[in-house]
């Protein structure tokens, strides 16, 4: 399968289709950086591909990951929820990322992961890019998620 096309996000629908490609990554801590004097946020996750794994074909693997680089410019404050920078080993996995104006064009990004885990980056505009990096390798199963009380 061919690596993701870079992809730029400049508002909330541009952003849900970066976050769409990005469901179910998985991010170790110290794969994330935040550099306030140049005002950048950057993380490199391990992307599930959902377009190959749908495309399967015979022979090929069903299943695949990709090092991918996500990129947030114009960030001025970053915070977390449920983990902090310092739990460097700590594997969390992406479900959601989000965007919420407050004072236009100004607003905060949310990432959502599971384990009631959060990041908001709090941002002077939407500026966001994300390309793979070129390592992909065989995934063990596709994610799976399982809701408490469904049949």
């Known amino acids: 399968m061919p690596d993701l096309p870079r992809l730029i996000a400049f508002d909330a629908e541009d952003l ?3 976050s769409t490609n990005l469901q179910d990554a998985l991010i170790r801590v110290s794969d994330m950086a935040y550099l306030p004097a140049s005002k950048q946020f950057a993380m490199v996750a391990s992307r599930f591909d959902w377009v190959g794994a749908t495309l399967k074909k015979a022979g090929s693997p069903c299943c695949e990951r990709a090092r991918t680089g996500l990129h ?3 960030v001025l404050k970053v ?3 449920g983990f902090q920078q310092k739990n460097q080993d700590l594997i969390v996995n992406l479900l959601d990322i989000g965007f919420k104006q407050t004072e236009p064009p100004a607003g905060y990004v949310e ?3 599971s384990g009631g885990r959060a990041l908001r980056l709090y941002v002077e505009c939407l500026e966001a890019e994300i390309r793979d990096l070129g390592m992909r390798w065989k ?3 596709a ?3 399982y809701i408490d009380g469904a049949s």
Do not use: D, T
Request: charged share 10%; glycine share 6%; with cysteine.
């Open 16 to 18: 849900a289709v970066i």
């Open 72 to 74: 947030f410019g114009r």
């Open 79 to 81: 915070s977390c929820l």
């Open 111 to 113: 990432f959502v992961f």
């Open 139 to 141: 995934a063990r199963s």
């Open 143 to 145: 994610p799976n998620h």
